[in-house]
């Protein structure tokens, strides 16, 4: 149009969009990298219990998850979108599932499994059925249970040597297969176990093992937000309960194995668990339900990979089972 | 009285600092206004004057088409010099009456008032609202006599103004409770005639203490007037109003929360009742108009003045000297801003409206209309860029804050792959396209779009089939 003639000559172009024109500013990477950082003092106590070996692996396990996520972005022509953090959380997650023993070909294929199958096959970041960590842990488990049933015992030591010699079964691999006295007796008495069980003096994966440090991390998780009570004290307090209820120690049971690191890291990762409140009671429900039958009634002396897996199946029933009130709708 | 607000909702920072405690200003008179046909919903007015003739202020330059419509007015005196299509801040372009001033300002011959409004019948003051062009001035847009026209059947017991203005920025109506009491409670007691009710309330976000105060006082005085006894012709039926029944205006302070302006939303702080989905205010007896709208019945109802300007807040990082301002319907943006200080390099942004639900402008050679509330020139660090979004990660933020109670994640996704008739299931006519789930959501996807898009695809779709 003739601006001589137009009452309307506006010469600046601006930026036009549907609103909202202003944002809250959070980020999907922001996520990724505080949890990440939520993560850190377990990783670094499980560093100083097992030693450089253990950083070496956490390590390996972070940089392949990295190294398979562009790699499958690049090969379906997608964008790459590693520094969003979600991979390397993934191989942070799962470093943290392994012992500190494994030889380190194995966090590079738990990775392949975790970011190529589970999360890129199913459509990348967003469409994951099932925890990619978690699947990655499960398959080395299924593949390489020589490496992933004998775990460390805390040493301390800054040898990179993998640490054969001194690995045992973790308290609730004594738990099921010598009985509850027998656990105690490696203790000087039931306090001492509880302490030794919360500062992660004991045999287990990397990151399971500091719980102090873990509910360290998951509180500021909680304070900020990121991730609310509703699965982890569920799934927890459905463990000690029935635990107590079939004659177990309730506090043994939350204290070991990977409940804490499970309930607050991996039973609450967005994509794979329910949206809404009330769903998520359920599931951390069916989470307790499930890692209390394995660890009190099935083959394997912990549970709460597969029940956190099995309860991923159930998310997008659950979604649906419990859609919020509508505005104006009668209840 | 404990107020039950809604679930859900966000709290963007609300930025009304620079200008909340600035007075209202007359801007200059425009040396040319641009008036769309169409600033309102429904049918666009016709354009009753030609390229030539001399108009006054407040003379009738576009006549309503239908029952859903209002008349257009000359908002200056002077002369037509174009008819035509022009910008709209509402979207595409659209047929406009183009003034040139005669410097004058004088208003048109025969715009009568009427001292006793209150005993008139309601079909006039309905005919006078319609007449003067009055429609929901919060950004809506909706033509006032149609919601003061509630069918027979519905029995209307609330009548509640909106001095929530819960959108950050936007402080025009804050200052004109705190400047114009009197007009607004007039205003809403000539709807509480209308429509017979008893009970008028005045809902305002608890961040406006002054606007509070003034409307309080203003309110205070209602209590004590007898309603009288001429409203009884209604549609030709006989309407009881008991004896000794006064009328009572109560100011309600509200949480501070957006969308707390939200009709419904409102609603439900004032009376603790919810409109159910796909139901009008009317289906809970309430109706609700915005303050600016109530003191713009008073003025056309006491004075016989048509809706010729309004008061806007002219703010943001990209606006040198932020001001409230009162402008003539019509003035073009760059007019009003460069009254402002003009806009700076900041500005990469300019919504008018608010910044949640405003409606993003080009060019600023588009006019003021009946429904700007604002202009907000947003800075580069604030307006986000919508072409960049990510994957949902199901993180449930937007089902925390959605205040109609849906799943606007999984209404996203389904609309993304082009699912309407399921969004539809999903509760997609619910959303009112307040933008709290898009300003919480770290995957910054634009999920307002996403529903304007699908409600379209819908109602195309509907329109094929009949």
Known sequence: MDTEKNPQGGARVFRASAGPHIRSGESVPHIMWTVSAALLPAAGLSVYYFGPRAFLILIISIASSAAFEALAQKLMGAKITVSDGSAILTGLLLGMNLPASAPFYLPVIGSAVAILITKQLFGGLGYNIFNPALIGRAFLMASFPRFMTAWPVPQGSLSLARPDAVTGATPLGILKEEGYRKLLSHFASRHDMYVQLLLGHRGGAMGETGVIALLFGAAYLLYKGYITWHIPVTFIATVAVLTAVFGGDPWLAMLSGGLVLGAFFMATDYVTVPQLKRAQIAFGLGCGIITALIRLEGGYPEGVCYAILLMNCFTPLLDRAFRPRKFGEVA | MRITSFKGGVHPPDNKKSTASLPIVDARLPERVVIPMSMHIGAPAKPIVGVGDAVRKGQKIGEAQGAVSVPVHASISGKVIAVGSFPSPMGADAQAVVIESDGADEWADGLA??????????????????????????????????????????????????????????????????????????????????????????????NKKAAIKAMSAEAGKVACELVVETYYERDGIQYEVPKGCKMGVKVVPLPVKYPQGSEKQLIKAVTGLEVPPGHLPMDVGAVVQNVATAAAIYQAVRFGRPLVERVLTVTGPGINEPRNLRVRIGTLFEDIISQCGGINKKAAKVVMGGPMMGIAQWSLGVPVVKGTSGIVALSEREAVNVMDFGPCIRCGRCIEVCPMGLNPSVLGQLIEKGHFEEAKDYGLLDCFECGSCSFVCPSGRPMVQFTKWAKRELARKKQKAS
Do not use: Q
């Open chain 2, 113 to 206: 008032g009427h001292d006793d409004y209150l005993s008139l019948n309601p079909d006039v003051l309905r005919n006078i609202i319609k007449e003067a062009g009055i429609v929901g001035m919060g950004g809506a847009t909706f033509p006032s006599h149609v919601k003061l026209s509630p069918p027979k059947e519905k029995k209307i017991k609330y009548a509640i103004l909106n001095g929530a203005e819960c959108e950050p920025y936007l402080t025009a109506d804050a200052r004109l409770m705190e400047e114009n009491p009197g007009d607004i409670i007039e205003g809403l007691k000539i709807i509480m005639a209308i429509l017979r009710v008893t009970d008028g309330f005045v809902g305002v976000e608890d």
